[in-house]
Nanobody, 124 residues
Framework: QVQLVETGGGLVQAGGSLRLSCGVS????????MAWFRQAPGKGREFVAA????????AYSSSSKGRFTISRGAVKNTVDLQMNSLKPEDTAVYYC?????????????????WGQGTQVTVSS
């Protein structure tokens, strides 16, 4: 069973930065496409960014592109999301997701494994 644990959420002022990290229990994480999704109160789960197993290909939503960066972490078996120029509309619970398939999936149903989520709150 693949387990994902997110860390790094918190409260930040608009314009600030946060770095989220996702730890993956699976030994062969290079075989997994990893992604970040988010869900704001009363809204559906929204794609944020994804990265393929070897980190050779990334994908971003229109709202995250240019402000967020997804990368394979310096710590083994982690995936990070660097979030800069944060806005109040970025406030949500952020989820890490994984799938054992090639290519970046942009939809939540394409992912098999999920973390419990970490809260990100951006104050105006």
């Amino acid at each position: 069973q693949v387990q994902l644990v997110e860390t790094g959420g918190g409260l930040v002022q608009a314009g600030g930065s946060l770095r989220l990290s996702c730890g993956v229990s699976q030994r062969y994480v290079v075989n997994f496409t990893m992604a970040w999704f988010r869900q704001a109160p009363g809204k559906g789960r929204e794609f944020v960014a994804a990265i393929t197993g070897l980190g050779t290909d990334t994908a971003y939503s229109s709202s995250s592109k240019g402000r967020f960066t997804i990368s394979r972490g310096a710590v083994k078996n982690t995936v990070d999301l660097q979030m800069n120029s944060l806005k109040p509309e970025d406030t949500a619970v952020y989820y890490c997701a994984a799938r054992a398939a090639l290519g970046n999936g942009l939809h939540s149903y394409e992912y098999d494994h999920w973390g419990q989520g970490t809260q990100v709150t951006v104050s105006s």
